[in-house]
């Protein structure tokens, strides 16, 4: 069965950086549309980055050109490299795995992924 691992969040000042890892099992991650989700309290998840099996990215308005998806298929990793970050950015990212073929926006909406980590934590204080 597929399992995903999220790790590497904690807590940093604006302007800082952090890279999430998303370790999967019972998978490959390059064969999967994948991508990050993140989700603050009181609002909806969003899509922040995805990344299809052939290599196509998508990004957030709110993250491109700070964010960076990318895996590792020897690792069967996937990441997020985050950037001059904001405050906005607090919130509970999830990594998210789908068999689905899917390009573009569609990346970013979350009913299309069957699977799901648990989530960690990024806080972002000004």
């Known amino acids: 069965q597929v399992q995903l691992v999220e790790s590497g969040g904690g807590s940093v000042q604006a302007g800082g950086s952090l890279r999430l890892s998303c370790a999967a099992s019972?998978?490959?991650?390059?064969?999967?549309?994948m991508a990050w989700f993140r989700q603050a309290p009181g609002k909806g998840r969003e899509g922040v980055a995805g990344?299809?099996?052939?290599?196509?990215?998508a990004y957030a308005d709110s993250v491109k050109g700070r964010f960076t998806i990318s895996r590792d298929n020897g690792k069967n990793t996937l990441y997020l490299d985050m950037n001059s970050l904001k405050p906005e950015d607090t919130a509970m990212y999830y990594c998210?795995?789908?068999?689905?073929?899917?390009?573009?926006?569609?990346?970013?909406?979350?009913?299309?992924?069957?699977?799901w980590g648990q989530g960690t934590q990024v806080t972002v204080s000004s």
């Open positions: 998210a795995a789908g068999s689905e073929w899917m390009a573009g926006a569609r990346l970013l909406q979350p009913e299309v992924y069957r699977n």
């Open positions: 019972g998978m490959t991650v390059s064969g999967y549309f």
């Open positions: 990344l299809a099996s052939f290599g196509l990215t």
